[in-house]
């Protein structure tokens, strides 16, 4: 077959980042390898297209690099020169199997796949669907860790808008995007005085509050992030999710991000971080070697407008895997 020159970013098949797509049991150690878990139950469905718009936001960053001299770009914020030596140590798995009317069903699926990811000493980043799916995602990630190190302690890292500590919601149960963080408590290798959530803000349920006093559940309001400073309250943030652990489970939920940067998502919320200040974050736990597994969730293209909540998506979890996958001088 005759060498293809490269394609436009609107055109071929849209794995993130253009990554071969490969099999789970083929997965290599030390790959990033990306998974799409499109799920959701919420109220304003429509994050179960989230994987996809995500990959596609995505494939325009991989364009730019096939049609750049020796695939390398420069960042005119660091000035460092990244180079992209052919697909790089990344590949896509393709999105789990989704059973929509059975959520426990769709957990077990999203906890196998995670957990063989890990297993093999690959860097999981799954792509969602609403916060629900990190919980079957931790799950996973403790399952896979645990089998080299049964007694190993995984700390968790939230960025999020909500606490999500809600334990049983008479409309949807105890398994939901409002009960993910509740159901990670539970998880064995998971004590809730290694979790952490950034960004938190507006109201919360009184219930949910007590269950931090009582767990010691760390957070870190938009209050706190602006008497302090973002750079502060992420150092803070990481030393104590990772203290004693093994390593640490990082989440984003994209409501973390003020609703006028990132419209298109589960749950409005205003007041939050700029999307400057995102990729800010998310680049310092580029470079903190006990994250060891990612996703980011809640993108709704229902509700976003010009693409610009899924490139901001695409471009966090390029800036967090910048360091695993490109040369950078």
């Known amino acids: 077959m005759p060498m293809r020159d490269p394609i436009p970013s609107y055109t071929g098949i849209p794995t993130f ?50 049609t750049a001299h020796n695939h390398e770009l420069l960042d005119v914020s660091t000035g460092k020169t990244l180079r992209w030596e052919g697909n790089g140590n990344i590949v896509d798995t393709g999105d789990v199997n989704i059973y929509p009317t059975n959520i426990a069903k769709t957990g ?122 973002l750079a502060k309250v992420i150092r803070d943030a990481v030393r104590l999710a990772g203290q004693g652990c093994e390593c640490v489970y990082f989440t984003l939920d994209m409501d973390v991000v003020d609703a006028a940067y990132a419209p298109g998502v589960g749950g409005v919320a205003f007041g939050g971080i700029t999307s400057a200040e995102l990729l800010e974050a998310v680049g310092m736990l580029a470079h903190e070697k006990k994250i060891r597994a990612m996703d980011v969730v809640e993108v709704n293209p229902y509700f976003d407008v010009g693409e610009i909540t899924s490139r901001l998506a695409a471009s966090a979890v390029l800036t967090f895997i910048g360091p695993k996958i490109f040369k950078i001088t």
């Open 108 to 229: 077990e699926a999203i906890s196998e796949a995670v957990e063989m990811i890990t297993s093999q000493g690959a860097f999981p980043v799954t792509l969602g669907g609403d916060h629900f799916i990190t919980y079957p995602c931790v799950r996973g990630f403790v399952n896979g860790i645990r089998q080299k190190k049964p007694r190993a302690r995984v700390g968790y890292l939230h960025f999020d808008a909500h606490l999500d500590l809600g334990d049983d919601s008479p409309v949807f149960g105890k398994l939901s995007n409002a009960t993910n963080a509740r159901r990670v408590a539970e998880v064995p290798g998971v004590d809730p005085r290694n979790m952490v959530m950034v960004g938190i803000r507006g109201y919360v349920r009184k219930d949910q509050w007590d269950f931090i006093r009582q767990t010691g559940i760390k957070i870190y309001t938009m209050g706190t992030i602006r008497r302090h400073g």
């Open 17 to 66: 980042l253009r990554a071969p797509l490969v099999e789970l049991s083929k997965v290599q150690p030390g790959t990033v390898a990306v998974i799409g878990a499109p799920h959701d139950c919420a109220t304003r469905q429509g994050s179960r297209y989230g994987p996809k718009v995500i990959r596609e936001a995505s494939s325009h960053t991989a364009y730019y690099f096939q």
